[in-house]
Nanobody, 125 residues
Framework: VQLQASGGGLVQAGGSLRLSCSAS????????VAWFRQAPGKEREFVAA????????SYSASVKGRFTISRDYVQNTVYLQMNSLKLEDSADYYC???????????????????WGQGTQVTVSS
């Protein structure tokens, strides 16, 4: 499956952005999906994930309550709605998909075989 992320940009602290990740080349509903991010000089970190059924969202503690992950099976797209953005949310955001993701490991990047290119999010003060 091929993933194409978009929607990044420059936003002021407290603002909102919605990232999109369009999937092609596979049966989208067979994949768990996730967003990760990587800031300059830091390791890639888990942000949010959604099971194949879309019923069980998972979030990192740093974004829980501010970010929402969702998926559209008709459009084959995953979204990340980001509200109340903070300076520390600035990073390159990557979408990922995996067929064999188990719920206990949904935050592990090695569970995901397919990755989109990053989309940059910059939060300014």
């Amino acid at each position: 499956v091929q993933l194409q992320a978009s929607g990044g940009g420059l936003v002021q602290a407290g603002g909102s952005l919605r990232l999109s990740c369009s999937a092609s080349g596979g049966t989208f509903r067979n994949y768990a999906v996730a967003w990760f991010r990587q800031a300059p000089g830091k390791e890639r970190e888990f942000v949010a994930a959604l099971s194949r059924s879309g019923s069980y969202p998972s979030y990192s503690a740093s974004v829980k309550g501010r970010f929402t992950i969702s998926r559209d099976y008709v459009q084959n797209t995953v979204y990340l709605q980001m509200n109340s953005l903070k300076l520390e949310d600035s990073a390159d955001y990557y979408c990922a998909a995996g067929r064999s993701v188990i719920s206990s490991s949904i935050a592990r990047s090695d569970m995901y075989a397919y990755w989109g290119q990053g989309t940059q999010v910059t939060v300014s003060s």
